[in-house]
C-alpha cells in the first residue's frame, strides 16, 4: 500500500523539487501540495493523507501551530517536518506540538524516503540530540527554584537567540546585570548552558518560540 503524502511548503520551487523526486518512489503517493498553513489543514481535513511533509516556516500559519491544528483534525496523520533549522529547542518545540519527526532540508533523498517510511510504521525520527541535551533531573519540574521576574524576561529573551549584549539593551540593564540573571537560570533550571536551559523551559511551558 502506498503511503499518500501531504507536501506543504510555502517555496514553489522547493514544493515542486520535492514532489518529483518522492514521484519516483513505488510505495509514496503525492495526494496534493500546500503553500501556507491554513491551505496545509484545509488540505489535511479534505483529503485526510497519511503523512504531512512540512516545511517549519509557513505563511499565514506558522509550522508549529499547523501541526497542532492538524493533530486536532486527526491525530492518526502523521507530521514530518522538513525545515533548515537545527537548533535544539526548535526540535523539541515541534515535538511538543505533535509533529513524528524533524529531519533538514540538506538530507539526502534516500534518507527522507526512509524516514517517510519509518513514520507510516509508527516510528520517530528525531535527531539523538533532543533527548541528550536535556538532564534527567530536569523532567521533574518539582525539583526547580521558581524564576523571578526579570529571570523570567531574560530567559524568554535568551528562548530568542538574543545575546547578552542586546538583552541588556532590550532591557535597559547591565551586561554585567544579565549575566548573573544567566548564572541564576542555569542554576535553578539545573542545565549547564543556555541552549539546555530554552529546551527545559520549552518543555516545562514557561516560554514559547515565537
Known sequence: MKARVLVADDHDLVREGICKLLELYENIEIVGEAGDGIETVNMVRELSPDLVLLDLNMPRMDG????????EIDPD???LVLTIHDGEEYIYEVAKAGA?????????PEELKDAIER??????VFPPAIEEQVPEESNNPEQFEELSSREQEVLELLA??????SI????????????NHVSNIL???????RTQAVIVSLK????KLS
Open 160 to 165: 530568542k537567540g538574543m545575546s547578552n549584549r
Open 204 to 207: 516545562r511551558g514557561l516560554v
Open 187 to 193: 542554576k535553578k533550571l539545573s542545565v549547564e548552558d
Open 168 to 179: 541588556a539593551e532590550t532591557l535597559y540593564i547591565s551586561d554585567k546585570t544579565v549575566k
Open 100 to 108: 513524528e519527526g524533524y529531519v533538514q532540508k540538506d538530507i539526502k
Open 64 to 71: 508549529i501551530i499547523t501541526i497542532r491544528k492538524i493533530k
Open 119 to 124: 513514520l507510516i510504521k509508527g516510528e520517530r
Open 77 to 79: 496523520v502523521k507530521v
